[in-house]
């Protein structure tokens, strides 16, 4: 029975890109509605195969973690899009906080330094004193 649905579904499949590709090269006016709805089932089937993973992702990490979790695997991927979101974007003013915490013993005055979070201005110092 699954042979014969797989078959049919390929002659359907063949038939179809035969009939598409006949049209196309025959008749010239439609070709432009041919490509457009092409464009169309490839958005689609992309689409459809990127949820496809998601779900999969999902499903994988839920199902091979031990312990068990309050919070959904959907709520769990919108908080991790939120995240990546957040961590792209930083308000100005948590910026302008954190270049006021640096303090330098030797660079009071640089300010190029000051733009940088505390963590990467002891890294840069530090490779400044294995150069020194």
């Not at 973690?65 to 995240?83: F, G, L, N, Q, W």
């Not at 948590?94 to 733009?115: F, G, T």
Request: glycine share 0%; aromatic share 6%; hydrophobic share 40%.
């Amino acid at each position: 029975m699954l042979n014969l649905i797989t078959i049919s579904i390929s002659l359907f499949l063949i038939i179809l890109a035969g009939w598409t590709v006949t049209t196309y090269f025959i008749k010239k006016d439609s070709q432009e509605v041919i490509k457009e709805e092409l464009t169309n089932l490839f958005d689609i089937c992309k689409k459809f195969f990127l949820s496809l993973r998601n779900l999969i992702r999902i499903l994988t990490s839920t199902s091979l973690s031990p312990e068990e979790r309050d919070i959904t695997p959907m709520e769990e991927a919108v908080s991790k899009k939120d995240e990546q979101v957040l961590n792209v974007v930083q308000p100005i003013n948590e910026i302008n906080e954190k270049s006021e915490e640096v303090k330098h013993d030797d660079y009071d005055d640089d300010v190029a330094l000051s733009s940088f979070s505390p963590e990467v201005v002891e890294v840069i110092n530090e490779e400044e004193e294995k150069v020194a």
